[in-house]
């Protein structure tokens, strides 16, 4: 009755409050585009909204990291964090495309790249496919075991993963990349005409954003987000959440490594620098609080796109690379500073 009245009652708070937010975070997506354009007709005499290959880019862009930040959402509203799912991305890159080479062809060696024989014969691609999940699932039990079992704080522990896999990114093929997949591999990047991402991203984040809001897994996640203490007294095992939380947060990052792979046909060691920061923008853009218990799936995938307009706009404008960083950074505080205020006005109310 008491885990009732405590999981129901957060989900009940979460139900009554983020379509507001949501909408606060469409008319930005709104508001964002529609200053483009504007500008695009002042300074180019160019649309920059009906550009179909513009369009496409800005969600094929946000697509790989979207995937990433689907998980991350979910870490953030019990009141965590994840810094380890760029260098996630990385190690698991790196391993499953080993997994996933087309073997010798061509005369080409790529013996100097992987740990099997010359002459080996092409894998099933399920096999990569297992190993990437595997890869991400022990990283993120390891960030959950971590932070539950030992209370290290969530940034110091998932910092610890992100030097941690990135060292294994570097040291599983001597820093060398790993190319040539196989081509039933290539369909995860490739396929469906190319928006194989896209749909990826989409579905996942449909069947999240459901998890969250109807099942028994939501209910405990916002709850813990809410009032961990209250969670634990109301029956939760907390503990064991949290395992599970990371856990999916890791296998969505290593979902994102094998389409980035796929994608670009290679694997590198640098793959995924930085993706965790911009994942943790899309949430929080999205209107996700950091300081847990609030905030939606849906609101992350809008963050997102935000992301991707404000990203695709600068570049249409010809504004450079650097002055993109620090304007991102802007975003991201901007919008810190709005969750906050929010916060401090529902603590007033």
Same mark, same amino acid.
């Given at each position: 009755?008491?885990?009732?009245?405590?999981?129901?009652?957060?989900?009940?708070?979460?139900?009554?409050?983020?379509?507001?937010?949501?909408?606060?975070?469409?008319?930005? #997506?709104?508001?964002?585009?529609?200053?483009?354009e504007?500008?695009g007709?002042? #300074?180019?005499?160019?649309?920059?909204?009906?550009n179909?290959?513009?369009?496409?880019?800005?969600?094929?862009?946000v697509?790989?990291?979207?995937?990433?930040?689907?998980?991350?959402?979910?870490?953030?509203?019990?009141?965590?964090?994840?810094?380890?799912?760029?260098?996630?991305?990385?190690?698991?890159?790196?391993?499953?495309?080993?997994f996933?080479?087309?073997?010798?062809?061509?005369?080409?060696?790529?013996?100097?790249?992987?740990?099997?024989?010359?002459?080996?014969?092409? #894998?099933?691609?399920?096999?990569p496919?297992?190993?990437?999940?595997?890869?991400?699932?022990?990283?993120?039990?390891?960030?959950?075991?971590l932070?539950?079992?030992?209370k290290?704080?969530?940034?110091?522990?998932?910092?610890g993963?992100?030097?941690?896999?990135?060292?294994?990114?570097?040291?599983w093929?001597?820093?060398?990349?790993?190319?040539n997949?196989?081509?039933a591999?290539?369909?995860?990047?490739?396929g469906?005409?190319?928006?194989?991402?896209?749909v990826?991203?989409?579905? #996942?984040?449909?069947?999240?954003?459901?998890?969250l809001?109807?099942?028994?897994?939501?209910?405990h996640?916002?709850?813990?987000?809410?009032?961990?203490?209250?969670?634990?007294?109301?029956?939760?095992?907390v503990e064991?959440?949290?395992?599970?939380?990371?856990?999916?947060?890791?296998?969505?990052?290593?979902?994102?490594?094998?389409?980035?792979?796929?994608?670009?046909?290679?694997?590198?060691?640098?793959?995924?620098?930085?993706?965790?920061?911009?994942?943790?923008?899309?949430?929080?853009?999205?209107?996700?609080?950091?300081?847990?218990?609030?905030?939606?799936?849906?609101?992350?995938v809008?963050?997102?796109?935000?992301?991707?307009?404000?990203?695709?706009?600068?570049?249409?404008?010809?504004?450079?690379?650097?002055?993109?960083?620090?304007?991102?950074?802007?975003?991201?505080?901007?919008?810190?500073?709005?969750?906050?205020?929010?916060?401090?006005?529902?603590?007033r109310?």
């Amino acid at each position: 009755m008491s885990e009732a009245i405590s999981t129901g009652g957060a989900l009940e708070r979460q139900a009554r409050r983020p379509r507001a937010a949501e909408w606060n975070v469409l008319m930005a #997506l709104v508001g964002i585009t529609a200053i483009f354009e504007v500008l695009g007709w002042i #300074l180019y005499g160019q649309s920059f909204v009906w550009n179909a290959q513009r369009l496409y880019i800005i969600i094929l862009q946000v697509s790989i990291v979207g995937i990433i930040a689907v998980g991350v959402t979910q870490v953030i509203l019990t009141g965590g964090i994840d810094l380890s799912s760029g260098s996630i991305v990385g190690a698991t890159a790196m391993i499953a495309m080993s997994f996933a080479q087309a073997g010798m062809r061509n005369g080409q060696d790529f013996t100097q790249a992987v740990f099997w024989a010359e002459g080996w014969v092409d #894998l099933p691609v399920i096999v990569p496919l297992v190993v990437a999940l595997a890869c991400g699932l022990l990283a993120g039990v390891v960030n959950g075991a971590l932070i539950a079992y030992t209370k290290i704080p969530p940034f110091i522990a998932t910092l610890g993963m992100m030097v941690s896999a990135r060292g294994v990114a570097n040291w599983w093929t001597k820093g060398q990349p790993v190319s040539n997949p196989t081509e039933a591999y290539t369909f995860f990047g490739n396929g469906l005409r190319g928006f194989m991402p896209v749909v990826t991203f989409l579905v #996942l984040a449909a069947l999240f954003q459901l998890a969250l809001t109807y099942t028994k897994y939501g209910k405990h996640t916002y709850a813990i987000g809410s009032n961990a203490e209250a969670a634990r007294i109301s029956g939760i095992n907390v503990e064991r959440h949290l395992v599970l939380v990371y856990a999916i947060a890791g296998v969505l990052a290593a979902i994102a490594a094998v389409v980035v792979t796929s994608k670009n046909l290679t694997a590198q060691a640098s793959m995924g620098v930085m993706y965790e920061l911009d994942a943790i923008a899309m949430a929080v853009i999205g209107g996700i609080s950091l300081s847990g218990g609030r905030g939606s799936i849906i609101g992350t995938v809008l963050g997102a796109l935000i992301f991707g307009v404000i990203i695709s706009g600068f570049t249409f404008l010809k504004i450079d690379a650097f002055y993109q960083q620090m304007i991102k950074g802007v975003i991201i505080v901007g919008a810190v500073i709005l969750d906050q205020a929010r916060q401090r006005k529902r603590g007033r109310g």
